[in-house]
T-cell receptor, first 112, second 113 residues
Framework: EPEVTQTPSHQVTQMGQEVILRCVPI?????FYWYRQILGQKVEFLVSFYNNEISEKSEIFDDQFSVERPDGSNFTLKIRSTKLEDSAMYFC??????????FGDGTRLSIL | DQQVKQNSPSLSVQEGRISILNCDYT??????FLWYKKYPAEGPTFLISISSIKDKNEDGRFTVFLNKSAKHLSLHIVPSQPGDSAVYFCAASARNSNYQLIWGAGTKLIIKP
């Protein structure tokens, strides 16, 4: 069964550094999403992406965040200047219509 | 943000019995509801969904019921199996917010042998 794959599985970064989290969505999917889950809290929506542009973003997705689909397969989330509170699990998801969304196994981001 | 609530942090059920997981929501604009299952160190796995125009959807051992007037949905698993032990998340979405998923806090289901 096709899967969403995310790399790396764990990223450790110094505060203030830039990180790029990578995702390969399911190949025929057209809608892409990033969510995050801070330890002990709910999963939170960050951003959705369709037709090479952001279709929706949450209040969390401020100017330090950006997304890109640099080629036909990858979908990346960049955090420009990381803060301690960015430490979380980041999940990528994709769908071929609006629902359901299929998720990767996540990247655990640890900011030191 | 309490738009989607799962009030039971955990539930323990005997193998072979029915597991019933509950979810409440407050936003009347939600028109699509999903249940995801999550094992440790893995991402959420889609289980079953229901549109707001329906009140029941069934897929094998899993049935989701939607009560729109009560803003309540439930997931029934019957019979429960040891492999069903996981965290179950209820999620909801609305057409007018580009189908971003709003999540409950999850219920940890433990199936006892």
């Amino acid at each position: 069964e096709p899967e969403v794959t995310q790399t790396p599985s764990h990223q450790v970064t110094q505060m203030g550094q830039e990180v790029i989290l990578r995702c390969v969505p399911i190949s025929n999917h057209l809608y892409f999403y990033w969510y995050r889950q801070i330890l002990g809290q709910k999963v939170e929506f960050l951003v959705s992406f369709y037709n090479n542009e952001i279709s929706e973003k949450s209040e969390i997705f401020d100017d330090q965040f950006s997304v890109e689909r640099p080629d036909g397969s990858n979908f990346t989330l960049k955090i420009r200047s990381t803060k301690l509170e960015d430490s979380a699990m980041y999940f990528c998801a994709s769908s071929d219509g609006n629902q359901p969304q299929h998720f990767g196994d996540g990247t655990r981001l640890s900011i030191l | 943000d309490q738009q989607v609530k799962q009030n039971s942090p955990s539930l323990s059920v005997q193998e072979g019995r029915i597991s019933i997981l509950n979810c409440d929501y407050t936003n009347s604009m939600f028109d699509y509801f999903l249940w995801y299952k999550k094992y440790p160190a893995e991402g959420p796995t889609f289980l079953i969904s229901i549109s707001s125009i329906k009140d029941k959807n069934e897929d094998g051992r899993f049935t989701v019921f939607l009560n729109k007037s009560a803003k309540h949905l439930s997931l029934h698993i019957v019979p429960s199996q040891p492999g069903d032990s996981a965290v179950y998340f209820c999620a909801a979405s609305a057409r007018n917010s580009n189908y971003q998923l709003i999540w409950g806090a999850g219920t940890k289901l433990i199936i006892k042998p």
